[in-house]
């Protein structure tokens, strides 16, 4: 009905034409289309996720970039939006509720997956002991998109989902609000400290790389 397999993941363009990020009010077919997914209609709810699938998946793999968990949380997010259409007011923007229903589901696997030991690299307590010179630095064995996971992953998650929304999907301060459940003001606040613990964290990571390296050098 209105599943969404992995090769259709895999080949899903990362430019959705329906962005939810423009703000306003929802269009007229939106409208109709959740008025009658409310009142059961499947094929409605269909479209909505034909509409929404695409941007979903690219948003949740800034989160966590393997494509498979990605793809499952994509289905349980429709899953999730699907069970509380009845929740919804229709009067609303679908597009920032469907996506507070997929952030918030994304970072309950994070928290799950973090209370199981196996979270990203980089974000024990211990962040700050010196380099150990004898450890080769693992960010040589990193692109720059991992890099930048690395790091996002450093920053609280408030910080990290505004950051992430914003700047790397471009949505509108607007729509950040309604998919955190703020205020515009508090999004652009915590915008600007985003970007100043995002460059801190970047430039502490380069001075430990450069000591590992220098004292790799000296051996």
């Not at 969404?4 to 895999?10: C, L, N, T, V």
């Not at 949740?60 to 499952?72: C, M, Y």
């Not at 024990?124 to 992953?153: I, N």
């Not at 920053?155 to 301060?173: K, M, N, S």
Request: proline share 4%; with cysteine; glycine share 4%.
């Amino acid at each position: 009905m209105w599943t969404m397999s992995e090769s259709d993941a895999e080949n899903q363009s990362l430019d959705s034409e329906d962005s939810p990020e423009n703000g306003g009010a929802p269009s007229e077919s939106e409208v109709r289309l959740v008025h009658a997914a409310r009142n059961g209609d499947n094929d409605a709810f269909g479209e909505l996720v034909q509409r929404y699938e695409r941007r979903v998946l690219k948003v949740i793999r800034r989160f966590i970039p393997d494509l498979e968990i990605a793809t499952d949380l994509v289905q349980e997010s429709f899953l999730r939006a699907f069970e509380r259409m009845d929740q919804f007011d229709p009067s609303r923007r679908f597009g920032p509720w469907l996506f507070r229903l997929a952030v918030n589901l994304t970072y309950d696997h994070l928290r799950k997956v973090r209370r199981r030991g196996r979270w990203a690299l980089f974000t024990d307590a211990g962040e700050d002991r010196a380099p150990d010179p004898a450890v080769a630095d693992p960010r040589k064995d990193l692109d720059l998109s991992q890099e930048v996971q690395v790091v996002l992953a450093e920053i609280p998650e408030a910080y990290r989902t505004v950051l992430i929304l914003r700047d790397l999907e471009g949505f509108c301060t607007s729509d950040v609000a309604a998919v955190t459940d703020r205020s515009e003001a508090t999004i652009r606040w915590r915008l600007a400290e985003a970007r100043k613990m995002f460059r801190e964290v970047w430039e502490r990571r380069e001075r430990r790389a450069e000591k590992t390296r220098l004292s790799q050098g000296d051996t």
